[in-house]
């Protein structure tokens, strides 16, 4: 069940194009979020591409999985990948947070309606999650075949609803429920563990009563095993808390809070942003070239 | 013409009119209000500079408090600290807070009858690109309705500073009210506040009579003022009453202003439901009613855009108060 070369490196050129759009993107906008979408990039891409059982042509499948953005301010990097996983063309992207667009500043279930949620405000994305599990259990009962992800943010944990939701899932051993955490260690005012300590986190997860896993958020192989083992988790929900860089591609931007919420704005800073991206995309192309 | 007796900013009606973000004058506001009284704390959900608390935080490291992203624990802990008998100081957007915390506000802070200070920031859909999610336009309602809650909505950073200082100063629940653009200066250090005063702005020259009577408040006073201007070159003649207290409403100036126009046209970035609009007409009904146009958002949710696109679009900008005065005169008995 492990990727094979060739669908890894498939999936890294993948997530080096959302990456780039999310880049341009961002750039176009001259507002938005740049470290979260980054670091997210590789995990959208693999739950886009792989994970998620969906159509892009008809978002309104009845069988398809649920996927509930809860830190809806990393919602470039949702949208990149919606668009090149073809719920709308790729150029459409240049239209994010203007007057009109689709792509508002954060995800609007009304105005793009692929979506299964509006997010945004922080701390009730996995309550929803937990309702549509809830809600197709009473319905189809424990077999059913649909899967619930729910991403959140690691400064989003400060949110006393996700614990209430945490509980709930645990108490009622949503199985078919998993939640990623963008474990980035950043949040607005700083470094999470100054600001709010969450370790230890996973241990925090246990005594609710779901099933564990860290990994790192950039290699494809652990996260293909990790969402393999979520699903076959058959007694609780399960949480993976993936460890990822903020800002990932962009040396210079990598691993700071102060890019949280800002995009590249002056001509060096964009200049930095594209030729890094540029730099990685020569260096898939070596590390691949036996491919 | 600007009323002399309010020694506004002269340069209000010029192109170069100083302009900064009312959230400002709020955040040296509080670094004053520490200063005088050593029982003000500050505390903070994950929003300490755009909130501007910062420079509080920076001058007084041991009287902030970093609340990660909680706005409920941050209301409830702030009323635990006043039960204590400090003054806190509690920031976020206001969807936030007063948005997200609504019920521990209502319960631990007003019920209670604590001093806590509420100050929510980025009210408004001139927050812009961030969208609809994060344009709080129903604070003014939600706070207003709550018994002992103060609510102030500053017109201009200067306006904001004070109404800090006098918030630190009173014995009551107070939410203040925040922009996050920068708004052009309006009013001046000679400027007079009072917290429940309400003050005319713009008043016809001489012993003209004004037409209509415009009550507006926070961020979009300065339009009011432009609208008041223009309408005066076309000779429609028309007050201007600042709102910055929302409750307690200045009754008597409403009413004065009702009784010498009879006609109202009310001005704010906010639902009309339940807004300065809502507070205006509920005052008048009783005492003195008018034809009234409200300028605010009409029962919709905001959207991702520039904030002038979005003034505009919900009919909220300089054309939109000068359509209203036309129209309130048409409705006159
Ligand atoms: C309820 C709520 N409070 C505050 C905010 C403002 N806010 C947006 S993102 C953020 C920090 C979240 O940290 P994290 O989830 O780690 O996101 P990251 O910075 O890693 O992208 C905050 C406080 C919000 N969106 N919602
Ligand atoms: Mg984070």
Redesign the pocket.
Known sequence: MSLTDEKVFDLEKKALAIRKSIITMLIEAGSG?T???L?MADIFTYLYFVALRHDPKNPSWEDRDRFVLS????CPVLYATMAHAGYFPVHELMTLRKFGARLQG?PHREWLSALETSS?????GLSQAVGMALAERITAGRTSPKQFYCF????????GQIWEAAMLAGKEKIQNLTVVI?R??????GF?EDIMPLNPLADKWRSFNWHVQEIDGHNFRMIEEAFGQARAVFDRPSVIIANTI?SRGIPDFEGK?EW??KPPQTDEEKKTALDALRTLSGKLKNEHSTL | MLNPEQKLNQKVFSHDVEQLPIRKGFGEGLLFAAEKDERVVGLC???TDSTVMNLFKAKFPTRFIEM??A?QNLASVASGMAAMGKIPFIT??A???P??NWEQIRTTICYNNVPVKIAGSHAGVSVGPDGG??QAIEDIAIMRVIPRMVVISPCDAIEARKATLAAAQSPDPTYIRLAREKTPIITTEATPFTIGKAHIIFHPEGTQKADVGIIATGALVHKALVAAQKLSQHGIFVKVLNVATIKPLDEEAVWRLAHETKAIVTVEEHQIKGGLGGAVAECLAVHYPVPIEFIGVHDVFGQSGTPEELIEHYGMGESHIITAVRKVILRKK
């Open positions: 979020h470290a979260g979408p670091g830190n809806g301010h990393i954060h945004g405000p922080l701390g009730s959140t943010g690691d400064g989003e944990l400060d949110c963008d980035n260690n950043i949040q607005i005012d999470t903020p809070f949280h919420g | 959900a994950d929003l990660g992203v706005e976020s957007y969807m936030f807070s948005g997200r999610t994060h």
